[in-house]
């Protein structure tokens, strides 16, 4: 067998948790908080495998078009995430950061970010950043912003600038980008940082991910010629 090459940074693009539900009769809520509970597993089986930088797309900028209900109960999950998950970064030295736009969102969420981030900035075992209230559009569109208001001359633009401006501007370029629920689309994740990204599709739902799929996206990763247009 060749040998094992561990990617920098996986993305996950988490899909599938309502169609989950659905199957199992069961409301939507009840996928999500199965997927939350995967998420966890998943991302400390990614980081301890040995991959510094793992990121999952929790909520898109675009998820604010669900009902009402839906989405009160995907921010108090996400505070719980925040707060009564810490100790598992902790205990795990995984480092929290949360990548997207604090617009729209409520003082409780904001706060909760800033505070896990705070908590868990220390933490050398790996990087999880949280995709939340996330858009690549969107994020490009910041970035712009930002290099403008710096009052950068449009010669002056380069790649390598706005990627000094993007979110969390210390997070890598994705390596393999895995996306779970049988759909086969970025759907605005990670438009920046995807340029040379590996794709990956699996055809389950992410509630029935496991710590054996992390293991195989690393040996299907380590069979990837990577050639970044040379």
């Not at 690393?218 to 990577?226: G, L, P, W, Y």
Request: charged share 25%; hydrophobic share 40%; aromatic share 10%.
């Amino acid at each position: 067998m060749s040998e094992l090459v561990i990617p920098t940074h996986v993305g996950y693009i988490v899909d599938g948790n309502r169609r989950w539900a659905k199957k199992h009769g069961l409301p939507a809520y009840e996928g999500h908080l199965a997927g939350y509970k995967v998420l966890k597993d998943v991302a400390v089986e990614t980081l301890n495998s040995g991959v510094e930088y793992m990121s999952a797309y929790i909520w898109s900028t675009e998820n604010w078009n669900r009902s009402k209900e839906e989405a009160s109960k995907l921010m108090n999950l996400m505070v719980k995430v925040l707060t009564s998950d810490i100790p598992i970064f902790q205990e795990n030295n995984i480092r929290l950061k949360v990548i997207g736009t604090r617009v729209g969102l409520r003082d409780k969420v904001v706060k909760a970010i800033a505070k896990a981030e705070e908590a868990t900035q220390n933490n050398s075992g790996g990087t999880f950043a949280v995709c939340f209230n996330y858009g690549g559009q969107m994020e490009i569109a910041d970035s712009i912003k930002k290099i403008v208001q710096a009052d950068y001359t449009a010669e002056e633009i380069t790649p390598e600038l706005v990627s000094e401006y993007i979110y969390e501007p210390s997070i890598p370029p994705v390596d393999i980008i895995v996306r779970t629920g049988g759909e086969m689309r970025l759907s605005n994740f990670m438009l920046w940082r995807s340029a040379y990204s590996e794709l990956m599709f699996i055809d389950k739902f992410w509630p029935d991910m496991t710590n054996k799929d992390v293991k195989d996206i690393i040996k299907e990763f380590s069979k990837r010629n990577r050639r970044f247009g040379g």
